[in-house]
DNA sequence: CAAACACTTAAGCAATCACTTGACTATCCA
DNA sequence: TGGATAGTCAAGTGATTGCTTAAGTGTTTG
């Protein structure tokens, strides 16, 4: 059955994996080329590439070709987005959160008053 | 080849489905059991389950059951801990993006002298 | 021009994912 | 007690991931 994939599915699946961290790690300090981003990872350039293919899926990263070489770099946008998608979540459980302490502390003060 | 998986793989790995968002973005107006979650939701009731399991993997999602109902909840922790490994990135690009603007910044004003 | 460089494509393979159906196991309620 | 309710286990299937190796394609550089 195929899975309709929404861009938030991309992004955190782009995430998801350490080589793929690690990559968007190194051009948090600035853009990169393929060959700098292989560098420091265990593995064939081809399989660095695939990854790099992921990254740009999720369009947390974009990268050009000059010559023999492909830089890529960070799009922050992207990964602002996955941040507040991540926030809204957790700012509306506290919220909840925040609710049920007031009623909890409505209640307790009716208490009080017996 | 076996992948040595973290708590952020698993993390992220967990809020790429869009299954499992929705029932995160339920989750996040309060707790629900099982069958509540799967509800809006076209598929099977093992196949929430094993939504559920890949939540619970990721430190997203606790739950417990009492009596035949399990009641799952939201752990804000966890979900700041994803939010703040993307914050950590965005906030380094940005930053080398001032520091980046000083500079020409800089460069322009020696030119000025000239 | 020829060799080195920086990718790129294609094919293949084992493991994992996202489901399914078909049992089965405990509650809870009348 | 007996049937509905709420969840769980197991096995199977097709698609996707995360790699690999082998064989290219363009770009510099000596």
Do not use: Y
């Not at 899926?57 to 992207?78: L, N």
């Amino acid at each position: 059955m195929p899975n309709q994939t929404s861009s938030l599915d991309l992004m955190f699946q782009a995430l998801a994996d350490p080589a793929r961290r690690s990559m968007v790690e190194r051009l948090s300090r600035g853009p990169a080329s393929v060959s700098e981003l292989a560098r420091p990872l265990a593995m064939s350039l081809p399989a660095v590439m695939q990854h790099l293919a992921m990254l740009e899926a999720g369009g947390i990263v974009s990268s050009a070709k000059v010559g023999r070489v492909r830089t890529c770099q960070i799009r922050p946008e992207a990964l602002s987005l996955a941040e507040q998608w991540i926030n809204q979540r957790r700012t509306q459980w506290e919220r909840r959160l925040d609710r049920l302490g007031d009623f909890l502390a409505d209640t307790a003060d009716e208490e009080d008053l017996k």
